[in-house]
């Protein structure tokens, strides 16, 4: 296991912006609500807005849409969450740099690289 991982700016303002609550089952956990993550059911919308990027195109009635290219990269960041709560939460940090996974005895924890 060497995956590697650049934790950036807009992961963080991601975190910052997700919509956290209490999952009452079993015995209980703290999670990211999966239909509304940053408050509204239009994801891509919500992580635009909160990284403060604009919509690309425009359809033929006037509204702002996204690219399939400018889509995926958002969506991306999203995905990216998974990554850097781990890291946030691991090493108790917000400190944006490259970080490596790393074999440990019961599973694995990042480290920072530089």
């Known amino acids: ?8 700016q807009e992961h963080l303002k991601l975190l910052q912006a997700s919509c956290y609550q209490w999952q009452d089952c079993e015995t209980g956990a703290v999670e990211i609500n999966p239909k509304r993550p940053y408050g509204n059911s239009h994801v891509v919308d ?7 990027i604009e919509a690309d195109m425009e359809d033929d009635s ?10 995926e990269s958002l969506m991306q960041y ?6 850097a709560i781990e890291i946030v939460m691991q090493l108790q940090t917000f400190d944006v740099g490259v970080y490596r996974k790393v074999e440990v ?10």
């Open 46 to 52: 919500d992580i635009a807005e909160t990284l403060g």
């Open 105 to 114: 005895k019961y599973g694995y924890k990042w480290v920072r690289q530089y």
């Open 62 to 71: 006037g509204c702002y849409e996204y690219s399939d290219e400018l889509c």
């Open 1 to 8: 296991m060497n995956e590697v991982f650049e934790l950036k």
């Open 78 to 83: 999203h995905y990216d969450t998974q990554k």
